[in-house]
């Protein structure tokens, strides 16, 4: 269970009514949790940093184990609930992850969800008052079964499609292992800049130095308090995201493109190590996070808002970090939303966009030039697929293969071809890893 003992009273009404329309903008709408929460965060005054912190926590909870919650209440339910109760099925998710998974007290959970349901004026969400009472309460004498049931199959937690993909890529054990680390939160990683010690900022931070370039700390508050931040000594990044520079080699003083770059955590490793970087994204949104993380850490590249398909370097390339856009459902640990708006369709679609930009980028690369390629999906046909394809139609491409030990992490993570793939479990009882996949090809001519 979450500790959450001082986060339990009326007073935050408030934040769980804000907590319904996240959560509701989210599963009805496919809108991402982060953006749905900075919004709700900018536009409600009335939220304080410990609302926030609530709000927060009960979003990603309920999020993270909604497949389970779901089940919880379904069979907590004399009738089911159809699809036009989707507003009642998110106050009671809300009410079962405070008393499952957040150490709410009983009647804190009830109370503020029943009495939120009997204030919404939204059509028959009123009508359902006695009955969400009546199923949170049922959930209340039935917790130990519920929990018991829930920590017993990890693999529940993730939604069919992408539960039967798994099972079929990876096994029912690492699918098991890969759900079971994304029941929790994930800790928080950063990337040392180079020149800095990460055993040091591990003894400053409080943290444990990993892969040798990497701190990971199992808590966090503001980040932007923590020793070395404003200095720009550190970066967050996920270890598994720091991976595809560091497989790049020594860039001092080379002509490096940084593909679908925003919001530039590997940017910044490859113009901390004296690259001359051309950071490219579609997004002038997200460039804008990027700036912003450049100006805070003193490092440069040239910023460039553009479509890769609209693009074209003025001159052939020493090396490339293509990082295409992807599913995500590597970086589930960290964001449970990734699920939503997710269509299998999807999936194939974005792998043919995938094999596009891997073919263009790959033609502006100077021969002996390096190429990376990765995406933070755990899907093969964005990784895998992809890579063999077109290393079959390109006689000019090969594989650099990856040697375990350039990455420095006890985990199985390079392929029988050479590539690497990390998944969410590895690293677990730290707290795991995202999921990525990374391919080194080379040009010879
Ligand atoms: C996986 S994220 C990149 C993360 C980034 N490399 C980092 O380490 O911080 C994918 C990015 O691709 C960008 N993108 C998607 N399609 C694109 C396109 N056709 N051209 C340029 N950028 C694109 C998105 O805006 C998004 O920022």
């Known amino acids: 269970m979450i500790g959450c003992a001082t986060m339990t009273n009326l007073a935050h009404l408030h934040a769980r009514n804000a907590a319904l329309n996240v959560l509701t903008l989210i599963t009805s709408e496919g809108q991402p949790m982060d953006y749905a929460l900075e919004q709700a ?11 926030k912190a609530f709000l927060r926590q009960l979003v990603t909870t309920t999020l993270r184990r909604l497949q389970l919650i779901d089940w919880a209440l379904d069979r907590a339910m004399k009738n089911p609930l159809g699809k036009k109760d989707a507003r009642t099925r998110n106050y009671l998710r809300l009410g079962a992850a405070q ?16 009495t939120m349901i009997a204030r919404d004026r939204h059509r028959g ?26 920590e017993s199959f990890p693999l529940g937690h993730l939604p069919k499609w992408l539960r039967n993909r798994w099972l079929a890529t990876y096994g029912e054990e690492v699918a098991s292992a890969i759900a079971r680390v994304q029941m929790n939160e994930p800790p928080l990683d950063l990337t040392i800049r180079p020149g800095e010690s990460a055993d040091e900022w591990a003894k400053k931070l409080g943290g444990q130095a990993i892969g040798g370039a990497t701190v990971r700390l199992q808590k966090t508050g503001d980040i932007r308090k923590l020793e070395g931040f404003k200095e720009g000594k550190w970066w967050v990044q996920d270890i598994a995201a ?22 530039g955590g590997k940017t910044m490793q490859m113009a901390a190590m004296g690259a001359k970087v051309i950071a490219l994204d579609r997004s002038s949104h997200r460039l804008k996070r990027l700036g912003e993380n ?35 459902t590597g970086t589930m640990r960290r964001s449970p939303d990734v699920p939503f708006g997710k269509t299998l369709r999807q999936i194939g679609e974005l792998a043919e966009i995938q094999e596009k930009m891997l073919a263009r980028a790959f033609d502006w690369l100077r021969p002996g030039g390096t190429l990376v390629y990765c995406t ?10 992809p890579v063999a394809k ?55 001519n």
């Open 41 to 51: 965060f900018k536009n409600d005054q009335k939220l304080d940093a410990r609302d």
């Open 99 to 114: 008393l499952l998974f957040m150490g709410v007290e009983n009647f804190a959970a009830v109370d503020t969800t029943v």
């Open 125 to 150: 969400v009123q009508a359902k008052k006695n009955m969400a009472n009546a199923v949170l309460r049922r959930i209340i004498r039935e917790q130990d079964q519920i929990v018991a049931k829930i």
């Open 242 to 263: 720091s991976l595809p520079v560091r497989l790049m080699g020594n860039l001092a003083g080379l002509n490096v493109a940084d593909l679908c770059a925003a919001p």
């Open 294 to 328: 450049l100006g805070r850490t003193g490092l440069e590249a040239t910023i460039i808002a553009k479509d890769v398909f609209k693009w074209t370097p003025d001159a052939p390339l020493d090396a490339i970090l293509l990082d295409a856009p992807c599913s995500a």
């Open 390 to 444: 077109f290393l079959e139609d390109n006689k000019s491409a090969t594989r650099l293969p990856v040697r375990a030990d350039e990455i420095g992490i006890d985990a199985p993570m390079i392929t029988n071809a050479g590539d690497v793939r990390t998944l969410p479990c590895y690293l677990g009882p730290m707290g795991g890893m995202d999921g990525f996949f990374i391919a080194r090809l080379s040009k010879t």
């Open 376 to 385: 933070c999906s755990l899907e093969p046909e964005e990784g895998e697929m």
